[in-house]
Every structure is written in structure tokens, then in C-alpha cells.
């Protein structure tokens, strides 16, 4: 049950984050940076009173679950505010078929194209996801080991099109369909579904007020403005006492986990991976290998054609990527499994890369 964290802000701005004392959890350089890249794009991180640049942050342990963060440049906020916007995406259905065993793809074809001829076809819905979802392995140990997933998602703005009619319709596959038919779950009624955009306004569209205990209000003027900073390249291999040779030598192939961290998140339909390092070496091998093109092979046939960004924090010995439409138009949207992109990043850790064996000493 880790405590709750606490900043102790000084009057140079800098700060440091603990707990209160007797509480579980952990509070270090490595628990901070986790938080820092946490749903991120680039370096400079806009705000509506500042411009906060990641790259310029400074991390030490000066305790026991004390870290200190100090060195943190500004610069001026954008003209703009962000907001966030959400429109009524219409209505939206799932269901999920368990396939046993043998000739699971040509069960999961014939699924699908029955289930498709009862419903009179594809095209009389807005959008559909139709997802093989592999769990299966030859010669299980036990039934559920020998399972996967066939998992059907309709969306159309009728909201009994993706209703009951097509959830009754992938029951009726159990008496004329693949053998061993059975579903995750009964069949259900259609939900509503939102979708999330992120924009920006002129400040002039908003005015701050504060409203004072004695309820008089008072505005609150607008700092100095600029443009909003260009995002960082990639940038070096340094690390934060300078540069750092990359390790060479004699290679193993090993979970990329093994060498880092990672925390991921959703952006609306945009997905964020950072990943850090305990250490200058190991960050100066991961800034050069792993690159926008490792990432994309690592990450599969879902982010072949998709824009992926590489931000580099080298104070923080981490690298940001940020994978474009990854989550269609959002959460509450995609039919993706894991919607918020949280498991991205520890998949991406259990993918077999070749590392320097004197990255592995320890």
C-alpha cells in the first residue's frame, strides 16, 4: 500500500518528492521519472502559465525515499490553451467467441463469414473491428491453454443495428457454426461511445477568475506568451554526466527489459512509451539502438503504416516515443484490446533485442 507522494517546494523552485514516514511503497530517481514521462509528448511540456522543459530535469537521491529535482528550465506559454473536446461517436457492440484447439484461423474465417451473411453483410454498419485474439498452444496442458479469442466489434449511429439484432445473431452460430461455439459472455445490448479530440483555443476565449472566500471574484491576468517550442530531434547518447562511449563487445539476446523501464499511456488515440535506464551506459546503448525503426518492429504488424515520434531525455536517461493513432479515436472508441495503451510499454520490455553482455554484469 505505497504512501501517498509529497513535494517540498523551496523558493528556488526546486523540489523533493517523499512520503510520510511508516507508509509503504518506494520514492526514488527511477519512481519520479516513471511519473515525469507518464503520458508525455515532447520535451517541452505545455502548460497555461509556463513552459516546462523535461530535458533541462535533474534527478537525485539525497535520502531515503527523498528525491530531488532541481534544474528545471521555462520558457514562455503558448498564446493557446489546450481543452478537450468529446463528441457522441453513436452506439457500439462487442462480442467475443472462444475457438478450441485445431484449424483455429479457419474456424475464426468461417465465424466470421457466417456471422456476417446473417447479419446481411458489413457494410450496413459504420465501422467494423474483427480481431483473432491468439492464446492457443499445440498439445495444452489444459482446456483454457487451448483457447483464443474471436473477438466482433460493430459500430453504427442506429442504435438497434449493433443492438440485440447482432448479438442474437452470434448465438445462432452455436447450433450451426464451428464446433465447440461457446462466448465470453450472454449477449448484450448496444452502449454509447464517446470520442475524445484534443485541441487548443486562443486565450482570449478563456478567463481565469478566483473566487475568494468571501466571494468576491478577481481575474487573473495572463502571463507573457510566445510560440510554442518546436519539439525536440532525438538528440545524442550523453547522458547526464556527459558523454558516455556505447557499450560494445559480445552481444545476448535478452527481454529489452532487461536494460530498461517503461510506462505507457493514452493521448486520445495516440500512444506514449517512455523508457529509462538505471545508467549512463545503458542509456548511451539504448539511445543508439533503439530508434524509431527497432521501436516499429518491436511494437508488430499493428504499427507498420502508423507515424511513430522519438523524443530524447538524456538528464533523465530516457527516450519518449509517441505512436500515432495506435487507439483510433480514443479510449472509449477503439476496440482495441488494452484501449489506454497501459501494457504497451511492458510489452515492448518483453521483446528479445541483442544487448552488450557488459550491460548484463549485474
Known sequence: YPGFPIAEVAADGSTVITKHPDTGGLVSPGTVTAQLLYEIQGPAYLGPDVTTHFDTIALD??????????????SAPPDTLKVALNDNGGYRNSMTMVLTGLDIEEKAAFAEEMLFDILGGKDRFDDVDVRLLR??????G??????AHLKVTVKAQDPKLVGRAFSNATMELALAGYPGFHTTTPPSAESAFGIYRPAAVPRSAVTQTVVL?????????????????????????????????????PTRRVPLGTVCAARSGDKGGNANI???????????WMAANLDVGTLRG??????ADLRIERFALPNLRALNFVV?????????????????????????RSRLVDVPEQLLQD
Not at 274 to 282: E, I, N, S, V
Request: net charge negative.
Open 61 to 74: 537521491q539525497e535520502g531515503e525515499h527523498r528525491t530531488r529535482i532541481s534544474g528545471v528550465r521555462g
Open 135 to 140: 492464446f492457443d498452444r499445440s498439445d495444452a
Open 142 to 147: 489444459a482446456n483454457e491453454q487451448a483457447t
Open 213 to 249: 472566500p468571501d466571494g468576491t471574484r478577481q481575474v487573473v491576468a495572463d502571463p507573457p506568451t510566445g510560440p510554442a517550442d518546436v519539439p525536440a530531434p532525438a538528440g545524442t547518447t550523453a547522458g547526464p554526466d556527459g558523454a558516455v562511449p556505447e557499450p560494445t563487445g
Open 274 to 284: 517512455g523508457l529509462w535506464t538505471r545508467d549512463d551506459a545503458g542509456y548511451a
Open 298 to 303: 518491436l511494437l508488430g504488424p499493428e504499427a
Open 324 to 348: 500515432h493513432g495506435l487507439l483510433g479515436e480514443g479510449v472509449a472508441s477503439t476496440a482495441r484490446p488494452d484501449p489506454q495503451a497501459k501494457g504497451l510499454g511492458e510489452y515492448v
